[in-house]
């Protein structure tokens, strides 16, 4: 299980960064948790698509804080795994709650993981962080950077990668060349790419999402890279079927 690879312990929360499936991750964690017998809250700093019913217990909404943790400590008492968020926002999304308040949930009764998307990404496959992302909780005692391996090979344009002109900057790529490991692992291991924002002392992991067969060779290679710099707790390489865990 990927819980098992990540090395989650109770008492964690867990924030997600990054591009190329944050949503899946975080709701793939949250039910694995569940099958071992946790209670976990999945919640957003940011903006998230409203879950499925299959894939969460309760949905529980509001924009205040004593009221949002009252209703889910009652949603809790019923549920193993409940969805936080602050209210309905544009183009169908939750509003996402104050970083502030993650801590508030993790001491909920009962609480043994919080699971927070904390950064946005429009559906792009890998991203470099704007000067106000991500929106990290102070509380986060793990963070985990996603990439999907899709983009290994692609021409770099804005139709894979969010804030493009960030990425060139921090990749050292142009628009148009083609997504390199090397490159792949620069922009998970800079301070101003996936790295902006994790607290210090706090370790980070990569998750490369999307690999199969024809990319397992260049995910390896990311992974190779992206270790060597020195900068994280370990690499996840991943998709639907199967993971597999290098850890520095």
Known sequence: MLSELLSLESEMVVALVGAGGKTTTMFRLAAEQVARGARVITTTTTHIYPPEPEQTGALVLSPERETLLEHAAAALARHPHITVASAPAHEGKLRGIPPKWVADLHTLPGVDFVLVEADGAKGRIIKAPAAYEPVIPSSANLV?????????????????????????????????????????????????????????????????????????????????????????????????????????
Not at 149 to 178: M, T
Not at 218 to 236: C, D, N, P, W, Y
Request: net charge neutral.
């Open 144 to 248: 985990l950077l996603l990439a999907s391996a899709e983009a290994l090979k692609q021409p770099l344009s804005d139709a894979i990668a969010h804030r493009l002109e960030r990425v060139e900057a921090v990749s050292g790529l142009k628009a148009g060349e083609p997504v390199t490991p090397q490159a792949l692992a620069r922009l998970a291991t800079q301070q101003e790419g996936l790295l902006k924002g994790v607290p210090p002392g706090v370790p980070a992991v990569l998750v490369l999402t999307h690999v199969d067969a024809a990319r397992l060779e260049r995910a390896e290679m990311t992974a190779q890279h992206a270790l060597a710099s020195g900068r994280l707790a370990g690499v996840v390489l991943c998709s639907l079927d199967w993971a597999q865990f290098r850890k520095a």
